[in-house]
């Protein structure tokens, strides 16, 4: 794109950039688009992107047949996990039916060595629906089956298999494994597990009732037409697209977005996406790998129970008959390098065009789409850049459709600016699909009084596996103190109220930004760059302790408890207050809502609860409370000092080398910033956290309990004491009070932590943190419940 950009002549660029609003799309998409199409450089380009035969995503079967051979080399030296990756990689590039089965039967091998062995059923299993005749794809399964104690299955297929086999030798044994399952007459059999389940949406309360309003403030945005309790499910939806973070793929199933299996299901037709299952597979628009031969000519000589399990096992009609085709990578599936190469908003552009097409919503040229989806876009308010930038774009994105796999797409100036305006739509209305993450590969709960060194304390991290389009989901606004929470279960939506919601009040989610998380200068820059609007919801017109402490500095008198703010943060403080005494209907009325909003404010603030004689300006550098001096400037060299330490400090932790020497410099690191920072200011926070880490690897359990309740306590202070955040955090505390030996504590822990996660994410908890029912198990049997 950037080799492109520069090719563009100066005095186009400028037509482009000062295009100021969507009227005057039709000309600047004709004149770059006039320019583009005659210049060599960009046919080689889009060429490179649209021609499936210059792509590097299609098979290959001699790259395929080189990753086996590696598999190979490490299965025959017992390197199981290693020879697992080079199978899984053989597969995402393997063409060949006949290379395929034997790549899922080598995974299945090495799957079954590591003790997976559902997981190797399945491969068993995609094995012989490629190839029926498969004996020792047969054979395996057998021996799986009688493993899992599905003997009737196991004798089936141990009998196919010696069907197959046309050695003296291989019959022989054949028939001692038949002797060895157990009498199957007399015991259960389990069904096997082929695929996984998709995650349910909850049902929206039949009492909540939800209403689209306008606002001059906020535009479009979502209220309450009754009365919702708090934990409430208020809106459920499926996305209308959705395309998988680039930093996720290998990681993360293409459809459902869940974690991917060690068995994972390659795409048939091209070598980027991998799936959880079949099901998502055949969602996401391929085709399943199979053979649907005549069995009934083949195993003539076999009973008529027999032949029906070998129809069971390898046809794939059922898949098709259960799943539904949303073909939302179809259109990708050539091995073509766009949809790999370009950013993630144009992906999803460009499936969000293909789906229309198909569903007969749109023109060929495109000329309504923009009224087909209805979002809001706020293309007017972009920089000149960014608008040269969604030009260019949408020309590559239109071209490579056309090239790839829809040729009757009118490439044109009216299906380059609807595309322009699709692109401005997915920048402020596509949602970040997360994930909650533990620290480690999988949370191993700690028994108590048994820690195990090196290990870290568990903690969550969020990761970003996707970015979707939620029609509805979009048309609910932001607030920095929402009173909604939202996550997913696998790519579907939920929203649920995280406090008592009356009727007429509006319903917001956060865009990110929240008090507690940022202070309100940083939140209102964010949301002014990302999303275009200058943010006056009721964490940033209200004044909060929060705000004010967060990045504050304590006053040089060390009795008090009154906090110093830098110039910046004094400006933009000063301007919410005073915006907020304009607003207010009378003094009266300001004094009486100060005393439900400013709760707090009083310890670290009290001046600025004095009547006013006009406008109000809080002064830089001086305390807030006694009115002291603070050299602020000072106290920023030195907090600096001590966090390039603390960072060279968490250097040496995550490379293992933590002891009492790292941690002497850590509590030397906090002293410091203890000195200058107010005790609020989060900084000292994660300081703190950082601490309890450093102690927890050093074996000092006393010293992790206490520095981690530190932090929590800070935190409590910044989001409240019901935030999400303080779930998390106590879920480092309980693993620290496990390991410690701490059973009572650790249990009181858990039930608190548990009591936050139900409010946001309800039954839902223990399904996205599986964790937390081996937490409370853990902490329940310490304590001998």
């Known amino acids: ?87 899984s990689k053989a597969l995402r590039v393997a063409r060949d039916n006949t290379l395929l089965a034997s790549l899922f039967l080598n995974r299945a091998n090495a799957l079954h060595n590591l003790g997976l062995l559902e997981e190797s059923l399945r491969d068993c299993h995609r094995a012989l629906r490629i190839d029926p005749c498969y004996a020792k794809a047969w054979f395996r399964r057998g021996k799986l089956n009688t493993l899992l104690g599905n003997y009737k299955d196991a004798f089936r297929d141990i009998t196919v298999s010696m069907s197959l086999d046309s050695s003296s030798a291989g019959k022989k044994q054949l028939q001692n494994e038949l002797l060895a399952i157990p009498d199957f007459q007399n015991k259960q059999t389990s069904e096997n597990t082929l695929c ?26 979502m209220v309450s037409e009754s009365d919702i309790e708090q934990a409430s499910v208020i809106h459920v939806e499926e996305p209308f697209c959705v395309v998988i973070s680039k930093s996720c793929r290998e990681t993360h199933c293409h459809f459902c977005l869940n974690e991917l299996p060690p068995d994972s299901v390659p795409c048939p037709s091209c070598s980027v996406p991998v799936y959880c299952s079949e099901s998502c597979q055949i969602q996401s628009g391929g085709m399943l790998s199979t053979n649907e031969m005549d069995k009934n000519s083949i195993f003539h000589n076999l009973p008529d129970d027999i032949v029906d399990h070998i129809k069971g096992v390898t046809s794939a009609v059922r898949y098709y008959s259960e799943t539904e085709c949303l073909q939302e990578h179809q259109h990708e599936c050539r091995g073509a390098n ?14 969000v065009i293909m789906k229309l097409i198909n569903q007969g919503e749109t023109a060929m040229d ?22 040269l930038e969604l030009h260019l774009l949408s020309i590559v994105l239109i071209w490579c459709l056309n090239k790839s796999c829809c040729p009757d797409l009118s490439v044109c100036e009216a299906s380059v600016s609807q595309t322009i305006i699709l692109l401005s739509q997915i920048k402020v209305n596509s949602m970040a699909i997360v994930r909650m993450k533990s620290s480690g590969d999988s949370f191993k709960c700690i028994p108590a009084g048994n820690v195990s060194a090196k290990e870290p304390i568990q903690s969550l991290e969020q990761i970003r596996v996707g970015q979707a389009l939620y029609k509805i989901g979009s048309l609910f606004n932001h607030s920095c103190k929402p009173n909604i929470h939202l996550y997913f279960l696998s790519r579907g939506l939920v929203m649920r109220t995280t406090e008592f919601v009356p009727v007429g009040c509006p319903l917001e989610l956060s865009y990110g930004p929240e008090v507690g998380k940022w202070d309100c200068k940083d939140r209102i820059r964010f949301l002014e760059e990302e999303y275009f609007f200058n943010c006056r919801c009721r964490g940033c017109s209200q004044m909060n302790i929060s705000d004010l402490v967060i990045n504050g500095y304590c006053c040089v008198n060390t009795s008090c408890t009154g906090v110093v ?32 909003v400013y709760a707090g404010v009083s310890e670290v603030a009290s001046s600025l609860l004095i009547k006013p004689s006009g406008s109000l300006h809080i002064k830089a550098d001086k305390c807030l409370k006694c ?17 390039n330490h603390l960072r060279r ?137």
């Open 1 to 87: 794109m950037e080799t492109l950009r520069s090719r563009i002549p100066e005095h186009l660029v400028q037509t482009v950039k000062s295009s100021s609003s969507v009227d005057d799309l039709l000309s600047s998409s004709s004149s770059l688009l006039r320019f583009l199409v005659g210049l060599p450089q960009f046919h080689q380009a889009v060429s490179e992107l649209a021609d499936p035969d210059l792509g590097c995503c299609g098979k290959s079967q001699e790259s395929s047949l080189d990753l086996k051979r590696s598999g190979n080399l490490c299965f025959r030296s017992r390197s199981f996990d290693d020879a697992l990756r080079f199978y």
């Open 196 to 221: 996984f389940a998709a995650a349910d949406l909850p049902n929206v309360q039949s009492e909540v009732k939800l209403r689209c309003v306008s606002t001059k403030e906020k535009g479009r945005g």
């Open 338 to 351: 766009w949809p790999a190469v370009l950013p993630s908003d144009a992906v999803l552009a460009g499936r």
């Open 366 to 387: 495109l000329s309504n789409l923009h009224d087909k989806l209805d979002l809001s876009h706020s293309y007017s308010k972009m920089s000149p850049e960014s608008k």
């Open 565 to 596: 703010l830098d110039s910046s943060v004094a400006a933009c403080e000063s301007e919410k207050l005073n915006h907020f005494l304009a607003a207010a209907k009378s003094l009266d009325h300001h004094c009486l809502v100060s005393e439900k």
């Open 627 to 643: 009115g002291s001096r603070c050299e602020v400037e000072n106290s920023h060299v030195e907090v600096n000092k001590a966090w």
């Open 649 to 785: 400090v968490e250097e040496l932790m995550n490379s293992g080398r933590a002891n009492i020497s790292v941690l002497s410099d850590c509590l030397r690191s906090i002293a410091v910033l203890r000195t200058f920072l107010h005790m609020y200011n989060k900084d000292i926070a994660d300081a703190e956290d950082k601490v309890a880490q450093a102690c927890y690897l050093a074996a000092e359990m006393k010293g992790a309990r206490e520095h981690c309740e530190a932090s929590i306590k800070i935190l409590k202070r910044l989001y409240g004491d019901e935030h999400v955040v303080i779930g998390n955090e106590l879920v480092k505390l309980a693993s620290i009070q496990l390991a410690s030996g701490d059973s009572s504590g650790a249990w009181e822990t858990t039930k608190r932590l548990s009591q936050i996660f139900s409010k946001y994410y309800g039954s839902h908890a223990e399904t996205l943190f599986s964790y937390l029912s081996c937490l409370k198990l853990e902490a329940a049997k310490a304590v001998n419940l």
